[in-house]
C-alpha cells in the first residue's frame, strides 16, 4: 500500500475525516505497519492504550473477558479501527484484540493525534461515560 492509499484510508475513517490532507500524509508516513499472524494479539484487555489500530487487510476477534470466559463481541476486516479510545482518553483498554487470519495493521500512537494537554484524563473519561 502506498503512503497516498494509506491517506484515503485515513480520510475515510471519522476520527480523521477532518483533518487537513497534508496532517494527514504526515500520519500516515510516521504511523507504523505492522503485520500479526493468527492468533497473536494487537492489544490486551486491562493494558493502557497507547495506539490505535487501523487494520488494512485481514480479519480480528475482539473478545471481552468474563467470568465464565471469553467472549467475542466484533470482528474488524479492512478499514476497521481499534483502540481509537487510546488516542483520546488515558483508559485502559477495553477489549483483548486477537488477528483471525494474517493482519495488517497501521499503529498510530496518541502522540502522532494529539497533544498530551489535549487527551481526556481517565477520571473524567468515566464520569461521563
Given amino acids: 500500500m502506498s503512503i497516498n492509499q494509506e491517506v484515503e484510508l485515513l480520510r475515510n475513517i471519522p476520527l480523521f475525516a477532518k483533518i487537513e490532507p497534508s496532517k494527514l500524509k504526515l500520519l500516515a508516513f510516521t504511523s507504523e505497519r505492522l503485520t500479526y499472524q493468527p492468533d497473536q494479539v494487537l492489544c490486551r484487555q486491562g493494558d493502557m492504550g497507547d495506539a490505535a489500530y487501523i487494520i488494512i487487510e485481514g480479519e480480528a476477534s475482539v473478545r471481552i473477558a468474563t467470568a465464565s470466559g471469553d467472549i467475542e463481541v466484533a470482528r ?6 481499534v483502540g481509537e479510545i487510546a488516542i483520546l482518553c ?4 477495553t477489549a483483548t484484540v486477537r488477528a483471525v487470519d ?6 498510530i500512537t496518541k502522540e502522532l493525534v ?10 473524567r473519561h468515566r464520569d461521563h461515560a
Fill in 76 to 81: 474488524l476486516g479492512a478499514g476497521d479501527v
Fill in 90 to 93: 488515558d483508559v485502559p483498554r
Fill in 102 to 107: 494474517r493482519v495488517t495493521t497501521l499503529k
Fill in 114 to 123: 494529539l497533544p498530551t494537554d489535549q487527551r481526556v484524563p481517565a477520571d
